[in-house]
């Protein structure tokens, strides 16, 4: 059984910043993406964040020059940074992987973590 775990978040101030941590667990054959997604009071879900196995990275608009992921292909895990948070960074964090759990798998299964409430205060 997979499990995505995850830590950090809470409440940070306007400015600030948030490191959130996830790592992967379980019977894992290979992790094709990791990443974060949010969502706002209100919102639909939306990509933060995620990275490829190869080190490829896509962000979101609202978070470019603010926000890094990075990965331990080794560990399972992957971190998100984020710097100068604004109101608008409010939701909950969600991880997410995208992966196969045997080599005879022949489709790639979506995990999510738990969720992460971080609220940024003015």
């Known amino acids: 059984q997979v499990q995505l775990v995850q830590s950090g978040g809470g409440l940070v101030q306007a400015g600030g910043s948030l490191r959130l941590s996830c790592a992967a667990s379980?019977?894992?054959?290979?992790?094709?993406?990791m990443g974060w997604y949010r969502q706002g009071p209100g919102k639909e879900r939306e990509l933060v964040a995620r990275?490829?196995?190869?080190?490829?990275?896509t962000y979101a608009d609202s978070v470019k020059g603010r926000a890094t992921v990075s990965r331990d292909n080794a560990k399972k895990t992957v971190i998100l940074q984020m710097n100068s948070l604004e109101l608008e960074d409010t939701a909950v964090y969600y991880c997410?992987?995208?992966?196969?759990?045997?080599?005879?798998?022949?489709?790639?299964?979506?995990?999510w973590g738990q969720g992460t409430q971080v609220t940024v205060s003015s």
């Open positions: 990275m490829t196995e190869d080190g490829i990275t």
């Open positions: 997410n992987a995208v992966l196969k759990v045997a080599p005879s798998s022949r489709l790639w299964n979506n995990y």
């Open positions: 379980g019977s894992i054959f290979s992790i094709l993406v």
